[in-house]
């Protein structure tokens, strides 16, 4: 579990927004077609360092 040490560095919020982020994504990636759910998760990735 080599993410999980990273994320672990981070605080606790925030490692816990991005596996939840992660996990969404993977599940969208799932049901829909992949150029959609990446869009969705590089849009995600730009809010995220807008609040950091």
């Given at each position: 579990?080599?993410a999980?040490?990273?994320?672990?560095?981070?605080?606790?919020?925030?490692?816990?927004?991005?596996?939840?982020?992660?996990?969404?994504?993977?599940?969208?990636?799932?049901?829909?077609?992949?150029?959609?759910?990446?869009?969705?998760?590089?849009?995600?990735?730009?809010?995220?360092?807008?609040?950091?």
């Open positions: 579990m080599g999980q040490s990273a994320f672990a560095q981070m605080g606790h919020s925030d490692s816990a927004c991005l596996m939840g982020m992660f996990t969404f994504g993977n599940r969208l990636s799932d049901s829909l077609n992949d150029e959609f759910s990446t869009h969705l998760l590089k849009d995600a990735a730009i809010l995220m360092n807008d609040y950091s």
